[in-house]
């Protein structure tokens, strides 16, 4: 019987496979990951392959090690990082690493594209400041600066529709994906040909756009053999990770919030009319008819992993010494300062910053240092720093006229009982924690669930498989010393702004 469902995560330090019953409990998952490359200042680059090898892996030992026959797999979803652009040629090979979401080379080609087509103009069709993050200034730059793998390319896929590809033959377009790029229509979810001649890009280049729940194909033999799945299994187009954790963690109606603490950090909430916003980042929802107003910022789980990696010898130590992880003994650490960090404050801007202050300049900064401050101090700055970040989002987003109740934390950071209480202290919200771990694969499990009719709805797939397993809820006599912090990261932003800029300029020189 196919009563099983495989969700995939391609995230960006490693990709997670999870095989869910229909009741949303994992029965087998597995992690394999993958290198970032980092040729040049501003450049962030993933290699397709080594993702298409990572996923095979992963799905291999997780059968053989779960002992799971796998005809039981009635669908597969993707969930993707976001804003990739990979190039590929008639036959489907690679031609280019993709840079990822991260990666700004493309600052001048947004430039030049704002002053010809107007801000304004490219902001009333998507919903989107153009920024380089972003796909489309990534597919105009291979059209620039590497043109023989321009001319070679005969489609440019996302990150899940490259694996969509891999498995089933089919070139698809998924709408949660669709914001990456400014041809796209948002509120009709088509590419707008005037957009597309007016950026020079070539409609052909562009896959045809599916619903994210929608099966594109099936398991294509030379998968099976590669990857383990049975020949003939369903694939689901997938869409946006952020978005299928959003729908892992039960958000479908309006005002409902995730709260995101992955590689990257940053919230999602869920609305269902049309409100943009230049300072923040909209999508189409992986449920149809719903969009999500989302701030992303770089500044997530990664500021955590680098200050392990930098930072954390004594905690490594101690993990050994206790059985326990260095992320629950920098937990510890951080936990010995009082909230507030006596005075120390951490800008995360550790490569550049997304929403919604959209400065590739941007730089990490610790401000407040002294003698009497110690390495604790600057862990649990750096937890702060990550939570005023999501704050700040936030506040732009109540600002834009997006209301928000409570938050549904997801990612490695929401196994943090320190930081989602100290999350919930800053922002003042309500944090409710669904199983974080496996948000986003259970959202996009759930994509091909409906997509193959085992859930009549997306209502009845979030009821069945979605519960809250911890709640947090902020104190309110930490809110004067939080409040203090976050006036003062604010300003000294503004204020190290063009100290940034400059710093940017003489580097280049």
């Not at 469902?5 to 490693?14: F, M, N, Q, V």
């Not at 040629?89 to 080379?105: M, N």
């Not at 669709?178 to 229509?185: Q, T, V």
Request: glycine share 12%; aromatic share 8%; hydrophobic share 35%.
């Amino acid at each position: 019987m196919r009563n099983l469902l495989l969700g995939i995560d391609l995230g960006t330090s490693a990709c997670k496979t999870a095989l869910f019953d229909l009741g949303g409990r994992v029965l087998a998952q597995q992690n394999e990951s993958y290198p970032v490359y980092y040729p040049h200042p501003g450049w962030a680059e993933q290699e397709p392959e080594e993702w298409w090898q990572a996923v095979c892996r992963a799905v291999r030992r997780m059968l053989s090690g779960s002992g799971i026959d796998p005809a039981r797999i009635a669908g597969v979803g993707i969930g993707g990082q976001s804003w990739s652009a990979v190039p590929v040629d008639e036959d489907g090979k690679v031609l280019a690493r993709t840079p990822i979401w991260f990666d700004t080379r493309a600052l001048e080609i947004c430039r030049e594209l704002s002053r010809e087509i107007g801000e304004d103009n490219i902001f009333a069709l998507c919903g989107n400041p153009l920024k380089p993050s972003y796909t489309l200034p990534k597919i105009l730059w291979f059209q620039r600066e590497q043109p023989e793998i321009y001319a070679k390319t005969a489609c440019f896929l996302q990150s899940n529709s490259f694996l969509v590809y891999r498995l089933t033959g089919v070139l698809s377009q998924d709408r949660s994906q669709g914001y990456g790029l400014h041809c796209y229509d948002m509120r009709k979810g088509c590419w707008d040909e005037g957009m597309c001649r007016k950026m020079g890009i070539n409609p052909a280049l562009l896959p045809p756009i599916y619903d994210c729940h929608q099966v594109v194909g099936t398991v294509t033999g030379k998968a099976a053999r590669e990857c383990g799945l049975p020949e003939g299994t369903p694939v689901a187009a997938g869409g946006l990770d952020a978005a299928c954790g959003t729908l892992g963690a039960g958000v479908l109606h309006d005002g409902e919030t995730q709260e995101q603490g992955g590689q990257a950090g940053g919230m999602s909430i869920c609305i269902s009319r049309y409100r943009a916003d230049p300072s923040l980042i909209l999508s189409s929802h992986v449920v149809p008819g719903r969009w999500l107003l989302q701030g992303g910022t770089v500044g997530g789980g990664g500021v955590c992993r680098w200050m392990e990696e930098e930072l954390c010898a004594p905690e490594r130590e101690a993990a050994r010494k206790n059985g326990t992880s260095s992320f629950q003994e920098l937990d510890r650490s951080a936990e010995k300062v009082p909230a507030g960090s006596g005075g120390v404050v951490f800008l995360p801007y550790m490569a550049g910053e997304r929403s919604p202050i959209w400065d590739e300049n941007a730089k990490g900064v610790f401000y407040g240092l002294d003698f009497s401050k110690s390495r604790e101090h600057m862990l649990r700055a750096g937890l702060e720093g990550v939570a005023f970040s999501l704050r700040h989002n936030l506040d732009i987003a109540e600002r834009a006229g997006a209301s928000v109740s409570v938050l549904r934390s997801i990612g490695g950071a929401a196994n943090s009982r320190l930081w989602t209480q100290m999350k919930a202290d800053v922002t003042g919200k309500k944090i409710a924690v669904p199983s974080s771990d496996t948000a986003t694969t259970l959202g996009a499990a759930i994509l091909a669930g409906v997509g193959v009719g085992l859930y009549r709805s997306f209502e009845e797939a979030v009821e069945r498989t979605v519960s809250v397993k911890r709640e947090y809820l902020p104190n309110p006599e930490l809110a004067p010393v939080y409040q203090k912090n976050y006036e003062i990261y604010l300003e000294l932003y503004r204020q190290l702004k063009p100290v940034m800029a400059a710093g940017k300029k003489e580097s280049e020189r």
